[in-house]
């Protein structure tokens, strides 16, 4: 069946600094993709998507590109901030089945001033 | 902007007993959803309910669990007899079209922790 892979967490980082979560996924169909962020203490929101290879999803300057040779989705910020701590999940769904999420097991980032 | 409302945030229970989870989707979305997380684990999906009818459940949905749409607004998960493995946060969620739209999004309700004893 359809499964996502993420980078084990957490990571730290340093205010400033290059954040890149790591997502892969397994697919038998032609699914998009998503990237959801959860806040300390909050539910999951909707932080970007793609739905066809070679899409760019962004959002609060996040980034992830839909690559469907290497079945990656990998998260990018090119400068994370203290406010980017928070749990990342990368999901996918599968097109006309019904519309259920799979998700990744999640990575934790925190951002140290 | 709509959301997706969840009551209520926090249920403590013991084990054995019924809880209801209540759900409020957003207000012209046809597919609902109830996902489950356990502490520091990953989302796992539970069941998808469309027309008034359960449309897909994972192998976690066992007889234990039961979801209902009662009225035009609500819908409720409900755990009849819960174990300590229940304890849980709860997430709801809805669409419009149930993924026939891949540029749909799938919003979700800020949870309702559950704490088996």
């Known amino acids: 069946g359809d499964s996502v892979t993420q980078m084990e967490g957490p990571v730290t980082l340093s205010e400033e600094a290059f954040l890149t979560i790591n997502c892969t996924y397994t697919?038998?169909?032609?699914?998009?993709l998503f990237w959801y962020v959860q806040y300390p203490g909050e539910g999951l929101q909707l932080l970007l998507k793609?739905?066809?290879?070679?899409d760019k999803g962004s959002n609060k300057g996040f980034e992830a590109t839909y690559r469907k040779e290497t079945t990656s989705f990998h998260l990018e910020k090119g400068s994370v901030q203290v406010s980017d701590s928070a749990v990342y999940f990368c999901a996918l769904s599968e097109y006309n089945q019904g519309g259920k999420l799979i998700f990744g097991q999640g990575t934790e980032l925190s951002v140290k001033p | 902007e709509p959301e997706v409302t969840q009551t209520p945030s926090h249920q403590v229970t013991q084990m054995g007993q019924e809880v209801i989870l209540r759900c409020v989707p957003i207000?012209?979305?046809?597919?609902f959803y109830w996902y489950r997380q356990i502490l520091g684990q990953k989302v796992e999906f539970l069941v998808s309910f469309y027309n008034n009818e359960i449309s897909e459940k994972s192998e976690i949905f066992d007889d234990q669990f039961s979801v209902e749409r009662p009225d035009g607004s609500n819908f409720t998960l409900k755990i009849r007899s819960t174990k300590l493995e229940d304890s849980a946060m709860y997430f709801c969620a809805s669409n419009l079209s149930g993924g026939a739209s891949r540029q749909e999004t799938q919003y979700f309700g800020p949870g309702t922790r559950l704490l088996v004893l």
């Open positions: 207000s012209n979305h046809l597919y």
């Open positions: 793609a739905t066809k290879a070679d």
């Open positions: 697919a038998t169909g032609y699914p998009s």
